[in-house]
């Protein structure tokens, strides 16, 4: 049972233009959530991150909104640049249990193409 | 550079075959995240390792195995392969600060 969702396998967006990419989880024990761009050929690279205390936090062209109400969360990227082209991986973590820390639970990912 | 590595980057080998993937996580950092990608799916968690300590199990098949020395490298052993264990196998380490870092992965093809 995937407890990370991102129901778009692929988006394709003009450049310049908002890219707005979703994602919904099943466990309301996620406290924390990512995001991750890859590349081909590369491991997955931290993007920006969110604490479930917030509903926003942004970074310079990319915003991350969530709504736990919905158990939803959205990546935006204004304005989308060529180079903004590549998988995005939605993630989250639960809080640690014990002497272990929980591993990030990721969804599969949606292909973003930024056109020029 | 991310600071974690991965060797090889490649392999291919025929089923039934054992191969060991190895990570080297980022100076200082004590957590090493073994993650599987197959093909159009996410990043599926097997195992965590914390200063030498198992820490979090996933969905690792017994099949599987994994160990951390104590100079923190680590270590994924698949034995038995099948044709169904192609994948990427990715390392992460996590350090103080929370942050998690991938390393750029080990493609394995089973023949």
């Known amino acids: 049972d995937q407890q990370v969702k991102q129901n778009s396998p692929s988006l394709s967006v003009q450049e310049g233009r908002i890219s707005i990419l979703n994602c919904d989880y099943t466990n309301s024990m996620f406290d924390y959530f990512l995001w991750y761009k890859k590349y081909p050929a590369e491991g997955p690279t931290f993007l920006i991150s969110?604490?479930?205390?917030?509903d926003k936090n942004e970074d310079g062209r990319f915003t991350v909104f969530l709504n736990k109400s919905a158990k939803h969360l959205s990546l935006h990227i204004v304005p989308s640049q060529p180079g903004d082209s590549a998988v995005y991986f939605c993630?989250?973590?639960?809080?640690?249990?014990?002497?272990?820390?929980?591993?990030?639970?990721f969804g599969k990912g949606t292909r973003l193409s930024v056109i020029a | 550079d991310s600071g974690v590595t991965q060797t090889p980057k490649h392999l291919i080998t025929a089923t039934g075959q054992r191969v060991t993937l190895r990570c080297s996580p980022r100076?200082?950092?004590?957590?090493v995240y073994w993650y599987q990608q197959s093909l159009d799916q996410g990043l599926q968690f097997l195992i965590q390792?914390?200063?030498?300590?198992?820490?979090a199990k996933g969905n690792i098949l017994e099949r599987f195995s994994a160990q951390q020395f104590p100079d923190l490298h680590s270590e994924l052993n698949l034995s038995s392969l099948e044709l169904g264990d192609s994948a990427l196998y990715f390392c992460?380490?996590?350090?103080?600060?929370?942050?998690?870092?991938f390393g750029s992965g080990t493609r394995l093809t089973v023949v």
């Open positions: 969110i604490s479930s205390i917030k």
């Open positions: 993630a989250a973590k639960a809080p640690p249990q014990g002497s272990g820390n929980t591993p990030l639970v």
């Open positions: 992460a380490s996590r350090g103080q600060s929370g942050g998690y870092t």
């Open positions: 390792y914390y200063n030498g300590e198992e820490r």
């Open positions: 100076s200082g950092d004590l957590s």
